[in-house]
């Protein structure tokens, strides 16, 4: 894996309402199950971290492809 993670503020979170940024009941759901570590392991095993530029964690990778999947983005 190339790096954690970490929540990173945006222009926007000083304007914002917070209430936006609550995840309802299933993305809490999935976000429980994606912060499983032993869950991400083998997809991390496969990552290899000194191949081409650095790229997207594997946990922040797998929450958009359920994103996508989930609402049906291209």
């Known amino acids: ?10 222009f926007g979170d000083e ?13 809490k759901a999935v ?12 997809l991390e095993e496969v990552w290899d971290p000194t191949m081409g530029r650095p790229g997207t964690p594997v946990d922040v990778y797998v929450r958009m492809l359920f994103l996508k999947f989930r609402y049906g983005l291209s």
Request: aromatic share 6%; net charge negative; with cysteine.
């Open 1 to 10: 894996m190339r790096g954690q993670s970490t929540r990173q503020l945006s």
């Open 15 to 27: 304007f914002v309402d917070p209430s936006l940024y609550e995840l309802d009941d299933e993305l």
């Open 31 to 42: 976000d429980q199950i994606l912060c499983d570590r032993a869950l991400l392991k083998p």
